[in-house]
């Protein structure tokens, strides 16, 4: 088996998301809630989104490119209703 094309690029991506996924999973199971994340954090998440942009465009992956802008979406709207709350 060989990997793929920028295949180091790819596992920055499933590394970073992996982890911001995995904890809100586990803030949610011990807290019932989701802190807001620290602007470094944050920086990461946007960043490896990026990455995984670029990632599907140099692979030719419209479907990893969509992936990508619904993870976008999803971090938006965690970030807007964890807004709401504290309001």
Do not use: T
């Amino acid at each position: 088996m060989q990997l793929p094309a920028y295949w180091w690029l790819l596992a920055l991506v499933v590394f970073v998301q992996g982890a911001f996924f995995v904890r809100i999973v586990i803030l949610r199971m011990w807290r019932k809630g989701v802190q807001p994340l620290a602007r470094s954090v944050a920086g990461m998440l946007v960043a490896s989104c990026m990455a995984g942009f670029v990632y599907g465009i140099v692979q030719r992956d419209p479907l990893f490119c969509l992936g990508q802008l619904c993870l976008l979406a999803i971090y938006h709207l965690l970030q807007r209703q964890g807004d709401d709350q504290r309001k």
